[in-house]
């Protein structure tokens, strides 16, 4: 199997791009399907997940034409519900975001139906408000045999009030596609205000669309006859900005992060602040510097303008290195600290209560064979075998592959040593028994 063998120990420097949204690209991939025409998407990052989403669409009926990179240019004009097949389904079923077909597809076509979708597993992942949402918007909603599948009353749907009982991003961005065609005016209010809520809205407005308020709590969507092509750009990924940015606080050095919004990266940058590490803004990058020790500090995530959930497990992985006490606490999901059992593996000293983790910095993590449980999981375990000691062997990499664009390129690039190397899993059978127990 494929896995990453880091030489840890080497301090980062130079200059890193960061590539386009993957959440945001998710959602405006399938939110292509309501387009009658050609959508180029520009900034599209090169990642599994974007990959598997292009793959559905294709086999839907739509033409998708790679023009460079970063750039496609897609045409939905002849999707076809009756296209659904087998072969999609086990697309669907990898990826979180198949779910945002269904809001496309009842807001073209006024009926939708696609399996329950996949993704990384931190617990119980409901989907309670995109049901509600669709459901106020005019249409059955029914979830069977692994399906979801949804039928517009009347044939389509119609405008209406939402108020989510919790902040969701999957949620705000399913209504917000189905009712960009919807009969009348549509208002959802506690919506989630992540920046890939904005830049969904700012992809649709470009096609035609009238919705107002993204990136505010409440959104409001003037229903129009249908959306026409036309050009967009995708905002760059915040998360993998921010990961790079942890992966520099902990192993030392100066990284020129290029290619971002600093307003989104906020959040991230005032923890690292906190913890002794220099950050300064550019229009367009941040530039990282960390030459002295880490402090300690506390992290609570929550949805944005809060500290990411998506960026808890990789700074969870700095606070590793840091000296002191520090404590975590997820708010926004039931489990996501799986990849703490592979951090104690390289010598890190956590304990988890529920959704807080208490983490007592170390001298040095070693180096050891670890799994990427799920993407920011795997995320931290690379960043963690940059900063230990020795040699580490990072597994089930494909989780990794999701979402980070070039992850090994743009690591070596910065001088990390690191490698993608095809060789068996390491066989537990022949480990010394005393490791086994
Ligand atoms: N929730 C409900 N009911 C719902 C939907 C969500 O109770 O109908 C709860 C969830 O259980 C969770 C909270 O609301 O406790 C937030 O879930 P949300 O719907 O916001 O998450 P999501 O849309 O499933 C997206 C990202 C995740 C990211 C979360 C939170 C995509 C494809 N995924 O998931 O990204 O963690 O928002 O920001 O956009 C990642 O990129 O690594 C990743 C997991």
Redo the contacts with the bound molecule.
Sequence with gaps: MEKYVIRGGNPLRGTVDISGA??AA??IIPAAIMVRGVCRLENLPQISDTDTLLRVLSYMGASVRTINRSTVELDCTNVKLDSLSEDIWALTRRI??SYYLIGAMLGRFGAACSTMPG??N?G???????IKGLTALGADVRVEGGFIRAAARDGHLHGTKIYLD??????TINIMIAAATAEGVTVIENV?R?P?IVDLANFLNSMGADVRGAGTDVIKIRGVKELHGGTYALIPDQ?EAGTYMAAVAATGGAVKIANVIPKHLDCISSKLREMNVEIEEGDDYVLVRREGDLRHTNVKTM?YPGF???MQPQIGTVLCCASGLSVITEG???NRYKYIEELRKMGAQIQVDGRTAFIQGVDRLTGATVRAC???AGAAVVIAGLAADGVTRVEDIQYIER?YQNIVGKLQALGADIKCVDEPDEPSALRPAWIAG
């Design positions: 993957k959440n998710v959602a979180r975001a993704g990384c931190f119980l992942r409901p989907i309670d408000q995109h919790k902040v969701s991003v999957g949620a989630a992540e890939h998360i949805p990411p959930t998506d926004v999901w039931d799920d993407l920011r979402g």
